[in-house]
């Protein structure tokens, strides 16, 4: 089955500094990833998604993250923290498509940058 | 714009008060999911529909059922909630591979009382 491991529950950036919000994930086969993130009270919206084409994604918003194989990770990063970048983040792995395409969610970072 | 769409935003309901959730979609995708998140955790699955198939996660309650009349709409539906139903209720949408990801709307967010 899959999982997936968000390593840092709470990550405190200065705003204008880089972000790393880290990921790893466990599959048996080849997955498909993505990058959410939530803003208080809000739905989720889809940052970016790796599905096995390029490893290194480019997102929404100034937002990458690199597919590393050899290291199942999938980090999310950002070269310069904004304050609207503020809020919750989730790495998902997409099940099986025999298994109805569920998503595996980790456990939620929650990104917080200061002034 | 494409958009799934949630309504009400908020819901205020009373312990046992049967609720219904609303939800409606214009991407034509073919697979409508719906998600409890509860504060402070990810979201969870309740269930989902693949086209007409309906699809229940095996821990979802009795409590809660579903209905998608057509492609465009789903409801939840809550016959009797306790308080520890209070939570966001997202819906999703995906096309049938998946591959692309879910889209979420911007949730209801049901508060027991």
């Known amino acids: 089955a899959q999982s997936v491991t968000q390593l840092d529950s709470h990550v405190s950036v200065s705003e204008g500094t880089p972000v790393l919000l880290r990921c790893n994930y466990s599959?048996?086969?080849?997955?498909?990833l993505f990058w959410y993130v939530q803003h208080p009270n809000k739905g989720l919206q889809l940052l970016l998604k790796y599905t096995s084409a390029a490893t290194l994604v480019k997102g929404i918003n100034g937002f990458e993250a690199e597919f590393k194989k050899s290291e199942t990770s999938f980090h999310l990063t950002k070269p310069s923290a904004h304050m609207s970048d503020a809020a919750e983040y989730f790495c998902v792995v997409s099940d099986r498509p025999e298994y109805g395409n569920k998503l595996v969610f980790g456990a939620g970072t929650i990104l917080r940058v200061k002034s | 714009d494409a958009m799934v769409i949630q309504n009400p935003r908020y819901q205020v309901t009373q312990f046992g008060k049967p609720v219904t959730l609303s939800c409606s979609q214009t991407l034509n995708h073919n697979v409508m999911y719906w998600y409890q998140q509860k504060s402070s955790q990810a979201p969870k699955l309740l269930f989902h529909?693949?086209?007409?198939?309906?699809?229940n996660e095996a821990d979802t309650p009795d409590n809660f059922q579903s209905r998608r009349p057509n492609t465009s709409f789903c409801f939840l539906d809550i016959r009797s909630p306790g308080l520890g139903d209070a939570a966001m209720y997202l819906c999703?949408?995906?096309?049938?591979?998946?591959?692309?990801?879910?889209?979420f709307g911007p949730g209801t967010r049901l508060t027991v009382l």
């Open positions: 999703a949408t995906s096309r049938e591979t998946g591959v692309g990801g879910q889209f």
């Open positions: 599959s048996s086969y080849s997955p498909s």
């Open positions: 529909y693949y086209d007409k198939d309906f699809n």
